[in-house]
């Protein structure tokens, strides 16, 4: 009985033994998939160069092109055809630098470098008078024509135009955020906020207005007019839609919104006789002669 028992004892013992092999090679294997989880995680969070992208190959391949003309024609960059702004000489040494002997001139060649000039800000102080009319007692204040404000004490030091056109052109023309176009500024040596050059792009869009109009006029002046869809798109939808003269009229685009474009909800329409161009707007087109009949494709 004592000896069955031990049999007994000594099995359970040597599962539990294989039990715990088992469990700790699972626990093994669970920490390797969960480092390579967090690994593959922050990866995927990485942005550009020069972050690690993993181990390399024990055997890599040649850098470079490969030799032959296979791979097809070399580019180069043209050479300037404006004339230098400047020019500068290389001339030999007075020795060979290898060997220490004398080095005799075989030709003259030339190199070009296309580069920007030192960007030092500008700061422009003006002297604005400010007095008062004799007749009517009303303030009267003094503007020069590069001030883009009458604005003083407090709000007198301002950004000028040009910063902010840079400001606005990379953040609506190359997509930077205004916070990445603040720090570009200030490495250029404009100190100016983020919130700043949002503002500042409000009020031209402000400005702005009157040349809205004025594009709209002219389409809505054109004897044809075409729809070319551009893939703007909002809230993740398509709605993106501009309309432009054709290439016989001066080049004028109308950038505009449309929620649909069914003929139900479009407020764009294909018409024979007359034609509106209202697309969202409020402006409203003028009827044109029969004998001008815009083809809107909407």
Same mark, same amino acid.
């Given at each position: ?202 009020? $031209? #869009?402000? %400005? ?8 709209? @006029?002219?389409?809505?002046? =054109?004897?044809? *007019? &075409? /729809? ?27 950038? $505009? #919104?449309? %929620? ?8 764009? @329409?294909?018409?024979?006789? =007359?034609?509106? *161009? &209202? /697309? ?19």
């Amino acid at each position: 009985m004592v000896a069955e028992l031990r049999a007994v004892v000594a099995r359970l013992e040597a599962t539990v033994a294989g039990l715990n092999q088992a469990v700790a090679a699972r626990d093994a294997r669970i920490a390797e998939l969960e480092k390579l989880l967090e690994a593959s995680r922050r990866s995927g969070k990485r942005q550009s160069a020069p972050f690690s992208k993993g181990q390399g190959s024990a055997d890599p391949a040649k850098p470079g092109r490969k030799s032959g003309n296979d791979h097809g024609q070399h580019g180069h960059r043209a050479v300037p055809v404006n004339p230098p702004d400047r020019e500068l000489d290389a001339p030999l040494p007075g020795c060979c630098p290898h060997c220490g002997g004398d080095v005799e001139l075989e030709r003259e060649d030339e190199q070009f470098q296309i580069d920007l000039p030192p960007i030092q800000p500008v700061t422009t102080r003006f002297r604005v008078q400010v007095g008062r009319c004799t007749k009517c007692r009303r303030r009267v204040q003094g503007r020069h024509p590069e001030q883009t404000s009458d604005a003083l004490g407090a709000a007198g030091s301002q950004v000028g135009p040009t910063a902010k056109s840079w400001g606005h052109w990379l953040h609506y023309g190359l997509g930077l955020s205004f916070g990445k176009c603040s720090e570009l500024l200030r490495r250029l040596g404009i100190d100016v906020t983020a919130g700043a050059l949002c503002q500042a792009a409000q009020s $031209t #869009g402000s %400005a702005l207005v009157p040349v809205h109009a004025e594009i709209v @006029r002219r389409v809505n002046a =054109s004897p044809v *007019v &075409t /729809a070319d869809e551009t893939g703007w798109r909002v809230g993740g939808r398509s709605a993106g839609c501009g309309w432009s003269p054709p290439k016989e009229s001066p080049p004028t685009t109308w950038p $505009t #919104g449309e %929620a649909s474009r069914r003929p139900a909800k479009s407020s764009s @329409r294909t018409t024979t006789g =007359s034609s509106f *161009v &209202t /697309a969202g707007d409020p402006t409203v087109a003028t009827p044109r002669p029969p004998t001008k009949a815009a083809s809107l494709i909407s």
